[in-house]
């Protein structure tokens, strides 16, 4: 088989004509190669590679504009930024002497305030007390109108005479009510002496019995 | 001349059945296919008609897609940015740097879209068939390549200034004759060569690999059964192979214009 194919392969090269061996050029197509890549090259230099690097030219550019585009927008956007935040600052620093200002108002209110609440709570005291020491005057006087009307009334029933006499009977409370006031009268001595008094004279033991209730010498007369 | 080509493959087919094998082994011969004219040595071949209508194809395809070219990419625009991104960044620009490598696009990217289109036509029906499985095509794309960064090289720092750059500075004084020797061997000899025939060889082997496996499983088909059979696993060889091979030859083109860059990028190097 081998020495057949060598065989018939010697016997072609011997045959086929115009063949050469592969290593030697057929120079047409080494002419026509040299026209292949001259004509190539002139379509693509001419025709195929301006138009594509035009393009790449204009594309480049494009991307370049949108890219300073975007900076500039960047930009403006930092730009815009910055102002807020500094307006976001002024906001706060402001908001702060708001505060400040209100917490100072506010101390100050307070202050006036309990300034006011304690005059007016003194004032009130005072008004109450005035109050007070009118209506206690207006008790005293009244009830010395009233002390001297039932001790008269009472008088009058233990004495058993009419003391109508208007100027002895104010005369005889005042001189009464001057001993209370004095301490010159007291209730102690009134019913340590009533015993005592008792059979020594009548009026006061009259009065003892009128004011005691299990009295008999009293309830006799 | 279609028929002395038919005639001389009869004579082949009827030799190798002489021969008692049967199958007939795809030879070198099989890239060699003069269409019009003579079948001598100004034969237009096969391969020079399809490289024409690359040339076409690529160029009305291209000039169509990148015509209304705008900010907003169209669908076909913005494949063609695609396409044409991965010359222009991929490889023209790293290799290169963003200073000087917009002059060089068009021709990377020529060379690029070239040697592509023309690579996938080996697997491509109804071509079938690497143009730069021809040595002619690698040799004249390689051409270009070498003059223009002999070219700028030398436009550059001058024709001294080129050489003497050739040589890393801070070398002993005895040593910088092999060095530059070796550069210029370098420069002038290995670079072009291997340019060439990587994108020649890689392209020649693949397409015989697929002949050999299309053929082999056809072959078997007019056996009897059991070769028959043995047919299954050879075509799905020959599958694996035009995947294998649509990676290969996109991958040489690529190979091919980064090596073109890397040269130029060298030549414009203000130090080594």
């Known amino acids: 088989m081998q020495f057949t194919a060598t065989a018939s392969s ?14 030697i050029p057929h120079i047409p197509e080494l002419i026509f190669g040299l026209v292949m890549i001259g004509v190539l090259y002139w379509v693509v230099s001419t025709k195929v590679v301006p138009n594509l690097e035009k393009a790449y030219e204009e594309r480049r550019a494009a991307i370049e504009g949108g890219m300073e585009q975007a900076e500039e927008a960047q930009a403006q ?30 101390a100050s209110i307070v202050t006036e305030m309990r300034d006011k609440a304690t005059a007016e709570a003194s004032r009130i005291t005072e008004s109450a007390k005035r109050q007070i020491e009118a209506e206690r005057q207006q008790a005293v006087v009244s009830l010395r109108s009233e002390v001297g009307t039932l001790s008269t009334t009472l008088a009058s029933r233990i004495v058993g005479e009419s003391l109508e006499d208007e100027v002895r009977q104010k005369g005889m409370i005042d001189r009464f009510l001057a001993e209370l006031e004095s301490g010159a009268v007291r209730p102690e001595k009134v019913s340590a002496s009533a015993p005592a008094a008792a059979p020594a004279g009548e009026q006061p033991a009259q009065g003892e019995l009128d004011l005691g209730t299990d009295n008999p010498a009293g309830r006799d007369s | 001349m279609i028929l002395t080509a038919l005639a001389a493959g009869t004579t082949t087919a009827v030799v190798a059945e002489e ?31 399809w490289g024409g209508v690359s040339v076409v194809l690529l160029s009305v395809v291209m000039v169509a897609l990148s015509k209304n070219a705008a900010i907003v990419p169209s669908k076909g625009q913005w494949l063609m940015e695609g396409f044409y991104n991965f ?40 071509v079938m068939n690497p143009t730069m499985g021809r040595i002619g095509f690698p040799i004249a ?48 000899v290995t670079r072009p060569l291997t340019l060439a025939l990587r994108l020649f060889g890689n392209m020649f082997a693949g397409h015989m690999l697929i002949v050999l496996f299309v053929s082999a499983g056809a072959y078997f088909l007019t056996q009897d059964v059991l070769f028959k059979l043995l047919s299954v696993p050879t075509f799905i060889m020959a599958a694996v192979m035009f995947v294998f091979e649509a990676l290969v030859q996109f991958l040489q083109a690529y190979v091919f214009v980064l090596l073109s860059a ?11």
């Open chain 2, 87 to 126: 010359a222009r960044n991929g490889v023209a620009r790293d290799m290169i740097g963003t200073k000087h490598f917009l002059k060089f696009v068009p021709l990377l990217f020529s060379l690029f879209s070239l040697i592509l289109i023309n690579n996938w036509f080996g697997i491509l029906p109804p």
């Open chain 2, 19 to 49: 021969g008692g094998g049967g199958f007939e082994t795809p030879t070198p011969d099989i890239f060699w296919l003069p269409t019009f004219g003579t079948s001598g040595d100004w034969a237009i071949t096969e391969q020079m008609v």
């Open chain 1, 77 to 106: 956007a930092q730009a815009a930024k910055q102002q807020y935040e500094a307006q976001l600052h002024e906001a706060r620093t402001e908001a702060n002497a708001i505060r400040e200002e209100a917490r100072a108002e506010g």
């Open chain 2, 262 to 272: 890397s040269y130029i990028a060298g030549a414009l190097a203000d130090d080594h």
């Open chain 2, 141 to 188: 794309l390689v051409l270009v390549v070498y003059v223009v960064y002999h070219w700028i090289g030398i436009k550059k720092m001058g024709l001294g200034g080129y050489f003497a750059h050739m040589v890393p500075d801070g070398l002993p004084g005895w040593i910088r004759p092999f060095i530059m020797l070796l550069e210029i061997i370098t420069y002038f």
């Open chain 1, 10 to 23: 010697v016997a072609s090269l011997a045959t086929a004509e115009g063949a050469k061996m592969p290593l």
